[in-house]
């Protein structure tokens, strides 16, 4: 069977210390006001003047049906068979149609180069057996990354783990149909 | 529901420019000529990281002679192979163009930021010649050192050759200071820069103001997060809702200044509530029953009037941590330089602690493990300063050590040219202007002095009141001696260059060998290389090893010596915890933990609190653009929404803070219900007076323009929280 590349976040683990957007920015020279991934902030007011604040990590979801696939009118975007949404940069024209099309808001332009760019799940990094840079580098070790064909992967184990403990298992705007392939796991 | 991410800053670039941007023709990069396929060249190297004080073991992986990442060692106990967001920054900082980049001599006036370029030799004969006046004229005494890093026994071994006791090391007076001597007062020892806390088998831990998720270390941190994965309790108490508030079980939000008394009050409901260990109490601490009397005031509803947490809040706590006992902890802080009382404060978590009977428990505190080996020594001194210290440490303050000194009350010493002239001023890797407390006496001090010098990699505020200034190689240029470290286990930390020096830079070490020679003295500097020869042979190791993994791992002691029923020791006085301290009662001081209100601001001022965000240390890193970008380089300041609405103060809003004397540059209202009324907050390090810290100069607000200088009477430690300000829109 093909691999399928996916990640999950353990968002409870998560403290917003932007070390993954940094390390990010390191492996691949991102450009430097922005950033292939991110860390949001999510702040309620509870009962009680209690508060709650959610650590929400994001980057590209690597959908099965990517809107900045459909609407790249080179195929610079595109689906590999290993489940990776990747932008051929030789291809791009860099008309920006991707950027507004994602959901996620994971795709930015490159002046300096004049092509769309977004995460890449570390490819080739991963090639090399090491993981993403993020889930390297994370502190809290938030991210889990790998094969979701390969039962005996981590991310497999850590979402079967998951279910099995009815922790709440989900995706970002699945509502959408763009089949993503970040899953965030929470208690 | 992700909010749009173009910067503001790259919005405004864009949108001035946007009309030609538009009409270029795009750029195109073919796939194979970027990095992402390039592998020609490849190397790697090991280091620590200086990005802040933890001292996290990484590997350097430099492609065609540029160091392109770092990434933790993951053998290293400080932080098995992860790296926080300044970790990941060095690279930034080691091409950064801002850093200095050769030797510069003043020729303006100080503060006025002219110099220009000089050799090494011109710089190091600059210093030299003055300095061999100074000491002539003044005596060696007349000199004086500030210092932090890894390379400070570099400048340590230069002051004490010319003679001088005068060496200050802030991170004790301005940092840990009063926490070292409450926590040596009642356990015998110090707790340690590693703080020996068991987050991960912890069942409830409780930090007051010890923002651990932010004012982060990596190595704690991983702790941290994993014991609460595992399912232990938090409950944090602070003037604000921060990051760890945002992982607590309990957020107790207190009133500024009054921790001790919340303190107090727990440890009455515990003790006069059956909630404490029994046995240990009365096997291994003195003063139990004369605390039990001493506490009897601090009631519930006492202690809920003073600190404004509700009484349930305070009784949930107090049982919360003795269900865990005794795998739970009150963490004894970091940054104890708080209110000039905090000797005390830090005394009764110390106290609390003991009542929980978690000394040397899994869960609790552990005894760091040393690795076995004796440490060669760089520099041969045959001789000792003859005079005190000019601080008063070990003398006016018998309790604060000698070798640490009293950075504040070195800084007075040198403003006042009291006890005697302090002429010749030495700063390695530190900055006056922001780790003191007050701007004004920094710059008295630099005024009463006839030669200022700083060695750093920026040009810091201090650096530009400097008549000279040494340009430092960063970590990723340079050998260092290798490091010692402690935490569950022992291990050894291994430093070499990941690329030749980027500009016309030295180490330490190196500088301060040309110093001494040039002044005349025949001081034998070990090099780096024969120090860490006789270093690995002693401990097992070759250069070799270390150079392939960085970092060796002895695991020869127990962490938790109780919980495998040895007997603990301390040594203290009578053998025992002293829940009342005899050295403290020697010295005139309540014995007993005790609280006494600070002053309040009044009803148009608030209180000037700041403290350490995820991404910034001190006052180091704030030109480091990959960070500055996280928060769209602005400087935030947190202010409540009551008291913002009166003032007409919006979210969003740029404000400045003023308390008279000084006025901070731009900073941006964050409006929030979750911060005290009381006080406002922003992150420390920021209001660069220099404008060759580029990127942030002028913005943001200067702590030392702001904060108070108290001085705890017991430790001699500063006291930074009780400055006033008033808020003004832009």
Same mark, same amino acid.
């Given at each position: ?187 | ?5 173009? &910067? ?28 992402? &396929? ?103 005494? &007349? ?588």
């Amino acid at each position: 069977m093909n691999k399928k590349y996916a990640m999950a976040y353990i968002i409870d683990r998560c403290i917003d210390c932007k070390a993954c957007m940094v390390s990010c920015k390191a492996e691949w020279n991102v450009p430097e006001d922005f950033f292939r991934t991110h860390i949001d902030q999510g702040l309620k007011k509870e009962l009680h003047g209690k508060f709650r604040m959610d650590f929400l990590p994001s980057q590209c979801n690597h959908c099965d049906k990517a809107p900045c696939v459909t609407v790249c009118p080179t195929k610079a975007s595109h689906n590999r068979e290993d489940g990776i949404v990747y932008v051929d940069r030789s291809r791009c024209v860099g008309c920006k149609y991707c950027i507004p099309s994602c959901p996620y808001d994971a795709r930015f332009y490159n002046h300096d180069l004049g092509v769309a760019e977004k995460c890449t799940f570390c490819l080739p990094r991963i090639a090399d057996g090491l993981e993403p840079a993020c889930a390297t580098t994370c502190p809290g070790n938030v991210r889990v990354f790998g094969d979701i064909n390969d039962p005996a992967s981590e991310i497999s184990m850590v979402l079967g783990a998951a279910k099995e403990n009815k922790q709440k298992v989900w995706k970002l705007r699945e509502d959408l149909g763009t089949l993503p392939n970040i899953y965030y796991i929470q208690k | 529901m992700i909010r749009t991410r173009l &910067s503001r800053r790259r919005f405004l670039q864009a949108a001035s420019a946007g009309a030609c941007i538009m009409g270029l023709p795009v750029l195109k990069v073919s796939a194979n000529s970027d990095k992402e &396929s390039a592998k020609s060249g490849v190397s790697y190297s090991q280091n620590w990281c200086e990005m802040c004080f933890w001292k996290c073991g990484l590997t350097a992986k430099t492609v065609n002679g540029r160091v392109q990442k770092l990434e933790g060692q993951a053998k290293c106990p400080s932080n098995y192979g992860k790296l926080c967001a300044k970790g990941n920054s060095g690279v930034f900082q080691l091409y950064d163009s801002d850093r200095v980049k050769y030797p510069m001599i003043r020729t303006g006036k100080r503060g006025e930021g002219k110099f220009r370029k000089a050799t090494w030799e011109e710089a190091i004969q600059y210093i030299a010649e003055k300095s061999v006046a100074i000491r002539d004229q003044y005596g060696p005494e &007349s000199f004086s050192l500030f210092a932090h890093g890894s390379g400070e026994h570099s400048f340590m071994n230069l002051i004490e050759i010319i003679g001088s006791p005068n060496i200050a090391i802030p991170a004790f007076s301005q940092c840990t200071g009063s926490r070292e001597i409450a926590w040596a007062a009642t356990y015998g020892k110090p707790v340690g820069g590693k703080e020996p806390v068991d987050s991960d088998n912890s069942k409830c831990m409780m930090m007051l103001g010890r923002n651990i998720a932010e004012a982060l270390h990596v190595g704690e941190v991983q702790d941290f997060v994993s014991g609460l994965s595992k399912g232990a309790e938090l409950i944090y108490v602070d003037v604000r809702f921060s990051k760890t508030a945002a992982k607590a079980n309990q957020f107790m939000m207190i009133r500024p200044g009054t921790d001790t008394a919340l303190l107090l009050g727990m440890i009455n409901y515990v003790i006069s509530n059956n909630l404490y260990d029994s046995e240990f109490v009365k096997k291994y601490t003195k003063g139990f029953d004369e605390l039990a009397e001493h506490v009897k005031k601090n009631s519930l509803e006492y202690t809920e009037k003073e600190t404004g947490i509700p009484a349930y809040m305070i009784v949930n706590a107090c049982k919360s941590l003795a269900k865990a006992a005794p795998s739970c902890y009150i963490h004894p802080g970091r940054r104890l330089s708080r209110y000039g009382t905090d000797v005390q404060f830090v005394r009764a978590i110390a106290v609390l602690n003991a009542l929980f009977g978690n000394w040397d428990m899994p869960g609790g505190f552990y005894t760091p493990v040393k690795y076995p080996v004796k440490k060669p020594h760089m520099v041969s001194i045959d001789h000792h300063p003859t005079h005190d210290r000019a601080d008063g440490a070990g003398t006016t303050f018998p309790m604060a050590p000698k070798n640490l000194g009293l950075a504040n009350k070195q800084l007075e010493a040198i403003a006042n040219q009291d006890p005697h002239p302090m002429k010749a001023l030495f700063s390695y890797g530190t900055n006056l202007f922001h780790h003191q407390a007050d701007s004004a006496l920094v710059e008295k001090a630099i005024a009463e002095s006839e030669l200022v010098v700083t060695c750093d990699i920026y040009m810091t505020d201090t650096a530009y009141y400097s008549d000279v200034v040494l340009p430092e190689s960063t970590y990723l240029e340079r050998y260092d001696p290798a490091i010692v470290t402690s935490r569950k286990e022992g291990y050894i930390q291994y430093r070499e260059p990941a690329v030749d020096p980027v500009h016309d830079t030295k180490g330490g070490w190196e500088i301060a060998e040309l110093i001494s020679k040039a002044m005349g003295y025949t001081n034998h500097f070990t090099a780096i290389e024969d120090f860490n020869y006789v270093l690995f042979k002693e401990a097992g190791t070759t250069e070799e090893y270390m150079k392939k993994h960085g970092c060796i791992v002895k695991a020869v002691g127990e962490p938790f010596p109780r919980a495998v029923g040895e007997r603990p020791r301390f040594f203290t006085p009578s053998g025992k915890v002293e829940l009342k301290s005899s050295n403290i009662e020697a010295l005139g001081y309540s014995a007993l933990p005790e609280y006494t209100p600070v002053p309040r601001p009044s009803d148009n001022e608030f209180r000037f609190l700041f403290g350490r965000i995820s991404y910034h240390t001190h006052a180091r890193s704030q030109n480091n653009a990959w960070l500055l970008a996280l928060h769209d380089y602005e400087v935030p300041l947190w202010i409540n929404t009551e008291r913002a609405k009166k003032l007409g103060i919006k979210n969003g809003d740029k404000v400045r803070v003023t308390n008279g004397n000084n006025t901070s540059g731009e900073l941006v209202a964050k409006v929030v219900d979750y911060i005290h009324p009381e006080a406002v907050f922003t992150p420390q390090g920021f209001g660069h007076e220099s404008t060759m810290m580029t990127r942030m100069s002028g913005k943001g607000a200067r702590t030392s323009d702001f904060c108070s200088n108290e001085t705890d009477p017991i430790s001699g430690g500063a006291g930074l929280q009780n400055g006033f300000v008033k808020i003004e829109k832009v």
